[in-house]
């Protein structure tokens, strides 16, 4: 137990110092194009759902003295990274189109290349993987009640705020890549019938 309370205290530290440097380097670099931004306390509420998902998470593994199960640790770390692979790729690919908030920029057309042929969100779906990692590594199985009732319904009503405002700002292009590209369950149906990146 002492052993594993180390590895899950290393694990941790590494997420704190991915989201404190990493993906904030990204994203402090993504808004110096800044455009017109939309509901953006849709931030602040994924981050406070975000970071109590964490805290419950931490709580619950040095309040319930439960045995580890270590097959669920290595699942939980392999999902964590999956998660942050998966984001960096999704940020990577829109490039200056990436921002925290819901942001529309000068010229925003719609990307349809890497994961973006295959869902529309692919950071939010690597957002809940990660997070279904981060319960796991611990084994914290309550704050996987916490995941499934406040973090995922505030992503899916952050995505639902940022499809009205794509729908309404960039048009019919949006609206052709909506009807061919699933939210977030890939189907492997390519976006590349059409024109543009």
Known sequence: MKIYTVFYLF?????VFYQLFA?????????QNRGKTYFEWTHMLITLTYYTLNMLAVAEYFIIK???????????????LLGLWGRSYAVKTLQKYWSGDIEIRQGHSIIRKGPYAYVRHPAYLSMIIKSTGLCLVPNSYLSLVFLFL??????LMRMSYEEKILSKEIGEEYLKYKKLVPAFIPFFRKAGKFSGA
């Open 66 to 80: 439960r045995k580890i199960n270590i097959w669920v640790s290595f699942a939980g770390l392999a999902l964590f």
């Open 150 to 155: 406040c973090y995922i319904p505030v992503l």
């Open 23 to 31: 993906e904030r380097r990204v994203d402090k670099a993504s808004s």
């Open 11 to 15: 694990f941790l530290g590494f997420a």
